[in-house]
């Protein structure tokens, strides 16, 4: 009787154990089975022992992104641990502390990678939400180049010309990462349409974590939160805000959206595209 309560749990996955993944894992974990994957054994374990110990039922595995047959494993994982009703992305890197190179190996490659591996083992209801970011809404893309990014093989997506126009600019690679989320999202849902699920993205502003508190130190100019002012929200988000988002979006309430981006940025998005370039 226990194996059969233990397989029939409902289970969630989650990429990415920092500030805006363990948000994710707690908002969404109550009384599911947790799989927490991360690149990082200290921080896997760190979150997996805070999250045991706060009664959630959380395992970790480690897990490259990157790597096709290490998010497949993952993949593989999960589905053997109950019912898939949600994975949430979001495992990634910044420019202010990564090469351009990683940056599109992480954020592009590994998001094609897990959009492909667990749409093979999606079921009816589950729901895939990929944490991209408010840069892809201000990336410069030609139509002919967001097409490749949205549907090219993923072995041929880091020799794309828009991947390899941006040489080493590690800030310019985010960007194009960010929106080949995006568009590579929409592309997808049809395939997870078939299999009665869904797929999206959220795209965050400025959220108060170890990764944008990096990025802030690495900007000199203090350029990140003069945004934030500017845009007129005042403050950074909260990774619990982002973790509201994702539950919305994986949740009875948005079962006719897939395929699409949810901004949750505090106006920024809107004032780099209507007001900054006025001043």
Request: charged residues 20%; contains cysteine.
């Amino acid at each position: 009787m226990q194996d059969r309560t233990h397989c029939a749990r409902d289970v969630v996955v989650v990429t990415g154990a920092g500030g805006m993944g363990s948000a994710v894992a707690r908002r969404l974990g109550s009384g599911r089975r947790v799989i927490l994957a991360d690149a990082s054994p200290g921080q896997l374990d760190r979150t997996v022992d805070a999250m045991s110990a706060e009664g959630y039922a959380v395992r970790g595995v480690l897990t490259d992104v990157s790597d096709r047959a290490s998010v497949e494993k993952l993949a593989e994982t999960a589905v053997g641990e109950g019912r898939l009703t949600a994975v949430v992305h979001t495992a990634g890197v910044a420019a202010a502390t990564s090469s351009a190179r990683k940056i599109f190996e992480v954020d592009l490659l590994g998001t094609v990678h897990v959009i492909e591996a667990f749409e093979q083992v999606a079921v009816r209801g589950t729901s895939l939400v990929c944490v991209s970011s408010m840069a892809g809404h201000y990336a410069s893309l030609s139509r002919e180049d967001e097409a490749a990014l949205a549907t090219a093989p993923a072995e041929e997506l880091l020799a794309l010309g828009a991947v390899t126009a941006v040489g080493d600019d590690p800030t310019a690679a985010y960007i194009v990462a960010k929106r080949a989320n995006h568009v590579r999202v929409q592309a997808a849902a049809l395939a997870w349409n078939l299999r009665g699920a869904r797929v999206n993205t959220v795209s965050p502003g400025v959220i108060s974590t170890a990764m944008s508190k990096a990025e802030a130190d690495a900007d000199s100019d203090g350029h990140m939160l003069k945004m934030v002012e500017a845009c007129g929200a005042g403050r950074m988000g909260t990774p619990g805000e982002i973790a509201d988002a994702v539950a919305f979006l994986t949740g009875p309430q948005s079962l006719y959206i897939t395929g699409t981006d949810l901004l949750v940025d505090g106006g920024q998005a809107g004032w780099i595209h209507w007001h900054m370039k006025h001043e």
